[in-house]
């Protein structure tokens, strides 16, 4: 089965400063892995993915992803923190042998960005 | 591209009655899925069509939801004789069928939210 870990519920960062929301997963066969953002009473916004190659990969407004197989974790960052990052970040798998394509989510982690 | 549209988006209903809320996808995405959404928790997939077909459902969706995709286009999620503990964001989302095996990201509507009083 397919499971995806955000061990935090929430993170605090000083707006200029780096940021790293982390995500951990857990699938039987290969991780196609993504990232979203959601705003307060909206649906969820598509970030950046990891399905193969360079494990750093980049994605919308700044953010990159670095994908680690050993440690089956796929951390979210940004060199600087903006206040208009505040928002709610999911993860979520894939089973690259699930033919649903179906996105298995996390809990979560709320990202607050303080000016 | 004009996005995942869903109607309502706020829905506020009694116990006991039934609601039904409608998605359209994004026009040339065949396949379609419907996520729910509790307070503090991540989207719990619930369903997916592959054009009128639904092809997979989840445990979550007991026998008084049901969902619809009569022509491959837009589709309709049932709930009868709604609980209080159906009260959630109830979220669509489509994607193209990808000849590589699921590279493409779902593309979310802004969601139903329903309330059970």
């Known amino acids: 089965a397919q499971s995806v870990a955000q061990p935090e519920d929430q993170v605090n960062v000083a707006e200029g400063n780096p940021l790293t929301v982390k995500c951990t997963y857990s699938v039987s066969g290969n991780p196609y892995l993504f990232w979203y953002v959601q705003y307060p009473n909206r649906g969820l916004q598509f970030l950046l993915k990891y399905i193969t190659g360079d494990n750093l990969v980049k994605g919308s407004y700044g953010f990159e992803a670095e994908f680690n197989k050993s440690q089956t974790s796929f951390h979210l960052k940004k060199p600087s923190a903006l206040v208009s990052d505040s928002a709610l970040y999911f993860c979520?798998?894939?089973?690259?042998?699930?033919?649903?394509?179906?996105?298995?989510f996390g809990s979560g982690t709320r990202l607050l960005v303080r000016p | 591209d004009t996005g995942v549209s869903q109607n309502p988006r706020h829905k506020i209903t009694k116990r006991g009655q039934n609601v039904t809320f409608r998605c359209d996808p994004i026009?040339?995405?065949?396949?379609l899925y419907w996520y729910r959404q509790t307070l503090g928790q991540g989207p719990e997939f619930l369903t997916y069509?592959?054009?009128?077909?639904?092809?997979?459902k989840s445990r979550l969706l007991s026998d008084r939801f049901s969902a619809e995709r009569p022509k491959g286009s837009f589709s309709t999620l049932e709930i009868q004789r709604t609980e209080q503990g159906d009260s959630a964001m109830y979220l669509c989302?489509?994607?193209?069928?990808?000849?590589?095996?699921?590279?493409?990201?779902?593309?979310f509507g802004n969601g139903t939210r329903l309330t059970v009083t």
């Open positions: 989302a489509s994607s193209s069928h990808d000849r590589e095996g699921g590279r493409s990201p779902l593309h």
């Open positions: 026009s040339e995405h065949n396949r």
């Open positions: 979520a798998v894939r089973d690259g042998r699930d033919s649903s394509y179906k996105l298995i």
């Open positions: 069509f592959q054009n009128e077909a639904q092809l997979e």
